[in-house]
């Protein structure tokens, strides 16, 4: 099956104490991008990755980093968590060209 | 500022009725729209795009209208089910970041009433 897999689906931590969210996709997609959305915010973009090795900031990148040494997986780094990234996060992926994209379902993370 | 909004954060509908679910857009360079449901804990599912130099596009139960003169773009959903009950998303291309170019709106939650 088609799918765009984020781990884990909850996470709760602390302030500061460094955590990453995995996202892998099997439809041998160029494109995969990390979202965020918040109440009232809608969805906002994080990060995006062209392809491998290519990786360019979004909307609201502050505080995250990402990697994209695979082209399958993407994941999202935050080195030092914030209250404020208390969040619902998305993976998504599209094929070169092709403009919808595929999201996965979610990782709800609440930084205390 | 440019952005794509919805009309209404809610709407509720009958069971069986027609449902119609609105967005506009302020970007008139924007050359494609997605439609995106999300149920709720799942991430947004793609519905049906249109590409602007079409007026109408149909799939199943599902027709999206754009009028590219008043910047508007509709989804209509045909006798409504329980199971469409969640958050719809437009997306427009041409105004947000990244290569995707596309920039979502705050969503539209479709109840469905018995």
């Known amino acids: 099956e088609a799918q765009v897999t984020q781990n884990p689906r909850y996470l709760i931590t602390v302030t500061g104490k460094k955590l990453t969210v995995t996202c892998s996709q099997n439809?041998?997609?160029?494109?995969m991008s990390w979202y965020r959305q918040d109440p009232g915010l809608g969805l906002r973009q994080i990060y995006y990755s062209m392809n491998v090795e290519v990786t360019d900031k979004g909307d609201v990148p502050e505080g995250y980093k990402v990697s994209r040494k695979e082209k399958r997986n993407f994941p999202l780094i935050l080195e030092s968590p914030s209250p404020n990234q208390t969040s619902l996060y998305f993976c998504?992926?599209?094929?070169?060209?092709?403009?919808?994209?595929?999201f996965g379902n979610g990782t709800r993370l609440t930084v205390t | 500022g440019e952005s794509v909004g919805l009309h209404l954060p809610t709407l509720s509908v009958q069971e069986g009725d027609n449902s119609i679910i609105n967005c506009a857009y302020s970007n008139s360079a924007s050359d494609y729209f997605i439609w995106y449901k999300q149920e709720s804990g799942k991430g947004p599912q793609f519905i049906i795009d249109?590409?602007?130099?079409?007026d109408k596009r149909q799939g199943q139960r599902v027709t999206v209208l754009l009028n590219k003169t008043v910047k508007h773009l509709s989804l209509q959903i045909a006798a409504t089910q329980p199971g469409d009950s969640a958050v719809y998303f437009c997306?427009?291309?041409?105004?947000?970041?990244?290569?995707?170019?596309?920039?979502f709106g705050k969503g539209t939650h479709l109840i469905i009433q018995p």
């Open positions: 439809m041998n997609h160029e494109y």
């Open positions: 998504a992926s599209s094929g070169w060209g092709s403009k919808p994209l595929h």
């Open positions: 249109i590409r602007s130099n079409m």
């Open positions: 997306a427009e291309n041409g105004s947000g970041g990244g290569a995707d170019g596309l920039t």
